[in-house]
Each structure stands twice: as C-alpha cells, then as structure tokens.
T-cell receptor, first 109, second 113 residues
Framework: QQPVQSPQAVILREGEDAVINCSSS?????VHWYRQKHGEAPVFLMI?????EQKGHDKISASFNEKKQQSSLYLTASQLSYSGTYFC??????????FGKGTRLHILP | DGGITQSPKYLFRKEGQNVTLSCEQN?????MYWYRQDPGQGLRLIYY???????QKGDIAEGYSVSREKKESFPLTVTSAQKNPTAFYLC????????????FGPGTRLTVT
C-alpha cells in the first residue's frame, strides 16, 4: 500500500523550516527519501534502515519511528535550491519500494 | 562516467502499437526497476528485477512486459493492452535490492495518440 505523505504541498520563504511526514499501514524495513526537480529524475537524499535511526547532511535530516511506521524529513533554514517534490519510499517484506504521492515544496526568495 | 541511460527522451506512438523503452546501466548493479509517473500520483512500480533472467511484477504490471537477459539492460515494452500508456517512465537501479539507494535514469516521456 502506498505510504501517505503530508502535507501535499508547502510554500516557504527562504530561511524557514519545513517538516514532511510519511506514514505507512505496513511494517517497514527501511524508508527512502528522494527529491525531484520538475522534468528531471529523482535524486537520492537518504535511507533510514533501523527504527529510531536519524540521519542528516547539510541542513536536511530525517527520522524513522519503526513502531509508528512513520518517517519525517526535516529541512532547516531552507534554501531556494530545496524547491522540488519530495518522495518517501517505504520498503516492506517483499524487497521492493513503494513511493508516496509526493510533497511539493516551493521556496520563495 | 557511470550511470543509467534511457532512450529516447521523448517518444510518440499511435494507439494500438507496441513500443519498447530502453534502459541501460554501467554501474554493475544487480537490481533494476521500472516506474511510471503521472501528475500527482508519485512513482508507481511496474516491474523489477533482482538478478539476470528473473523479474517480478510491481503494482501496475498489466499491459507491460520486460526482459532481463543482460545485467546492464532492462527494456520495458508497453503493449497495446495498456489502456492509458501516456506517461513519464523512469528506470532505476540499485546495488542489490530495496535497502539500497536507487539511481534513476533521466526518463522517457511517452505520448500515445
């Protein structure tokens, strides 16, 4: 089943923070996060493999709550380059990724 | 330079014709995937392959077929049985399975009229 992402879209001013959530009805083995610019291929951001794991690079980080079957992506002090659509992908028992419908993020100068 | 290539970037076909989309990778990855992307729908899995000569159906396999005769190649055929084939098609690969980062190709935009 497709994970649910929220919000569907968000508009921020440069420098503001954002949180994107991803929740699944199935037990999860891993959660992937990708960003896609319009007309381009998705680009990998990070994978979280264990419940409770947190990762981050630059000002983008994520957490994975295995018990709640949820993950959140945190964008701190957003930059114009952060604009795009963010997808979470969840891995369950059958060794494939199911992607959410995406969250559109637009950063205003 | 290692990566995934998809060709062509844009493809136009008449209804009722089969069409094959190319996907090649030189990353030495075992796993390869085909996704379909429609506006507002995210990425939906069509087929995936974890090893040469083996592949599994994804969530929307009806009207599509694939082959995996070589490790580096995973072509997708959109058959005339696919009721709504116009979409953006993305190919991806990973080292080994779903717990690894997926590398995406640039995509093929297919328009069927």
């Amino acid at each position: 089943q497709q994970p649910v992402q929220s919000p569907q879209a968000v508009i921020l001013r440069e420098g503001e923070d954002a949180v994107i959530n991803c929740s699944s009805s199935k037990a999860l083995y891993s959660v992937h996060w990708y960003r896609q610019k319009h007309g381009e291929a998705p680009v990998f951001l990070m994978i979280l493999l264990k419940g409770g794991e947190q990762k981050g690079h630059d000002k983008i980080s994520a957490s994975f709550n295995e018990k709640k079957q949820q993950s959140s992506l945190y964008l701190t002090a957003s930059q114009l380059s952060y604009s795009g659509t963010y997808f979470c992908g969840t891995e369950s028992r059958d060794d494939k990724i199911i992607f959410g419908k995406g969250t559109r993020l637009h950063i205003l100068p | 330079d290692g990566g995934i290539t998809q060709s062509p970037k844009y493809l136009f076909r008449k209804e009722g014709q089969n069409v094959t989309l190319s996907c090649e990778q030189n990353l030495n990855h075992d796993a390869m995937y085909w996704y379909r992307q429609d506006p507002g729908q995210g990425l939906r899995l069509i087929y995936y392959s974890q090893i040469v000569n083996d592949f599994q159906k994804g969530d929307i396999a009806e009207g599509y077929s694939v082959s995996r005769e070589k490790k580096e190649s995973f072509p997708l055929t959109v058959t005339s049985a696919q009721k709504n084939p116009t979409a953006f098609y993305l190919c991806a690969s990973s080292v080994q399975g779903a717990s690894y980062e997926q590398y995406f190709g640039p995509g093929t935009r297919l328009t069927v009229t």
